[in-house]
């Protein structure tokens, strides 16, 4: 087995510029949604219907939030630009605004965006938020100067200096809310930018497993395999050494991305980058074994291709690498992808990168190496009954 694996790990060499480019695209990821990534301001519309005292007041307060770009716009302009994806979203602030506001009702605006995604999983509870912080600055402005009138002091002028104390004072501790949970609209995207890298790293490092693994079947059509039956090498020796040699590429992948990652981005991994490898470890394991188990279905490099492309396709998109699953609401798409790897491994690694500990995530990572078992097991029983009909 062993000098199969250094043959193949020789002629891998050929595969590297692919691999590079795997690695490549992950770290173009961690570079978009890592730390040089706070430049990024997504732009969002404002369309003030009301032109209230406190409707102003609310477009002020939300342009405190450093995460995003507010712009004031009219009502078609808006629409327009969001409908031609030149801004993120559209907020109105309708008429009935203030009077709402003042009766601490639900607030008298809408939110018009053409896609429902991470970033409008933010945009909304901070709103939300902001709304409901305006409320409470109203109200103890307006207590404190009805207080100051009854001694003789001026009602609109006592307002107004209470009022920007108590935004100058939240401006003054948004530092601080990083700590108050998972409420705050800027905890939330720093976990939905690190679920982002994670899910695009799993993604493309399941490319490299697997198309490592099925190159068993291009042995096949070259002949190479045939070749190989009749050394003195086993049946068993050789599939293993295609399956390390498989999961070594992997392995190599995720070591230069964490590498990068954390050395030259700087991207905060929770402190658990250790365990999260770990984790990534037993996730080419099981891509490795799906990649065996391919290659004894399929009957051409054609089908390979076809079916990968297909089916890791389909796993990113269920398992959670391109979108939270959160989002998803179909309780077909939901029950999918609690029988694809990604999920489990997304959600292993996301944990950990939110300071979960490693006992948390053993269920996880238990399905990982139950389902590399299922496939390993069907994938060589199959490839060892086929052998005999190439000799």
Not at 74 to 90: C, D, I, R, S, Y
Not at 132 to 145: E, G, P, R, V, Y
Not at 160 to 176: D, I, P
Not at 316 to 333: A, E, K, Q, R, S
Request: glycine share 6%; hydrophobic share 50%.
């Amino acid at each position: 087995m062993w000098h199969i694996l250094k043959r193949k790990l020789w002629m891998q060499r050929s595969e590297l510029k692919m691999m590079l480019v795997m690695s490549a695209i992950s770290m173009m990821m961690m570079f978009a949604f890592g730390g040089f990534s706070g430049a990024y301001k997504p732009e969002v519309l404002v369309t003030d219907l009301d032109n209230s005292a406190l409707s102003d007041k609310y477009i002020a307060a939300l342009q405190l939030d450093k995460t995003h770009t507010y712009t004031l716009v009219e009502a078609t302009e808006g629409q327009q630009m969001v409908k031609e994806n030149k801004a993120m979203a559209l907020i109105t602030l309708e008429k009935e605004f203030e009077t709402q506001l003042l009766a601490s009702k639900a607030p008298a605006m809408s939110l018009t965006s053409v896609k429902s995604d991470a970033e409008i999983m933010v945009l909304k509870p901070l709103l939300m938020s902001q709304y409901n912080q305006l409320s409470t600055w109203h109200k103890t402005s307006d207590q404190i100067a009805s207080a100051a009138q009854t001694k003789g002091a001026d009602y609109s002028k006592t307002y107004e200096e209470t009022y920007n104390k108590l935004k100058k004072g939240a401006a003054e501790r948004q530092a601080l809310t990083l700590t108050q949970g998972t409420d705050d609209s800027q905890v939330q995207k720093n976990a939905i930018m690190m679920h982002s890298m994670i899910g695009f790293l799993i993604f493309f490092v399941a490319y490299s497993c697997v198309f490592g693994a099925t190159d068993i079947l291009t042995e096949r059509k070259q002949n190479t395999w045939q070749r190989l039956l009749i050394s003195p090498s086993s049946k068993l020796g050789m599939l293993v050494g295609n399956f390390l040699v498989s999961w070594i590429l992997g392995i190599i992948q995720l070591t230069l991305v964490f590498f990068v990652g954390a050395n030259l981005f700087k991207v905060d991994f929770g402190g658990n980058l250790n365990q999260m490898f770990v984790a990534g470890l037993l996730f080419c394991f099981a891509m490795s074994g799906f990649g065996i188990l391919l290659s004894s279905l399929a009957k051409s490099m054609q089908q390979i291709g076809a079916l990968t492309s297909v089916a890791l396709t389909a796993f990113g998109m269920l398992g959670g690498c391109l979108w939270p699953l959160d989002l998803v609401t179909n309780p077909i798409l939901i029950g999918l992808s609690k029988i694809i790897p990604h999920t489990y491994a997304v959600k292993a690694m996301t944990n950990l990168s939110q300071g979960g500990s490693f006992q948390s995530v053993l269920p996880q990572l238990a399905v990982l190496a139950a389902m590399a078992v299922v496939f390993l097991a069907i994938g060589f029983v199959k490839l060892m009954g086929m052998e005999e009909q190439y000799q």
